[in-house]
């Protein structure tokens, strides 16, 4: 069994910065990619930051340059730093992971954390 486990959410003021953390832990044999999502009332699911196994990293265009995906693989954790907060950024953040199991048969699959509220007052 895998648990994603997330902290790191809060109230924070415009202009504000978070540090998001998510670690794996359970019957990992490997993690591939590691992502953040984030929902907002009334809005579809999305795909806020993405980071391979070997660091390559990928951000949806209303973050660039404002926040910074990174993981540290001896940790299982993937962490969000989130600088110049501004309130669309606020919503439930989930963290994702693909991840291979130990054991046999082996399998891989995406689980997800429980989510972290962030939210951005003006």
């Known amino acids: 069994q895998v648990q994603l486990v997330e902290s790191g959410g809060g109230l924070v003021q415009a202009g504000g910065s978070l540090r998001l953390s998510c670690a794996a832990s359970g019957s990992i044999f490997s993690i591939n990619a590691m992502c953040w999502y984030r929902q907002a009332p009334g809005k579809l699911r999305e795909l806020v930051a993405a980071i391979t196994s070997g660091g390559r990293t990928n951000y949806v265009d209303s973050v660039k340059g404002r926040f910074t995906i990174s993981r540290d693989n001896a940790k299982n954790t993937v962490y969000l730093q989130m600088n110049s907060l501004k309130p669309e950024d606020t919503a439930v953040y989930l963290c994702?992971?693909?991840?291979?199991?130990?054991?046999?048969?082996?399998?891989?699959?995406?689980?997800w954390g429980q989510g972290t509220q962030v939210t951005v007052s003006s």
């Open positions: 994702n992971a693909n991840i291979r199991t130990t054991g046999w048969p082996s399998y891989e699959y995406d689980y």
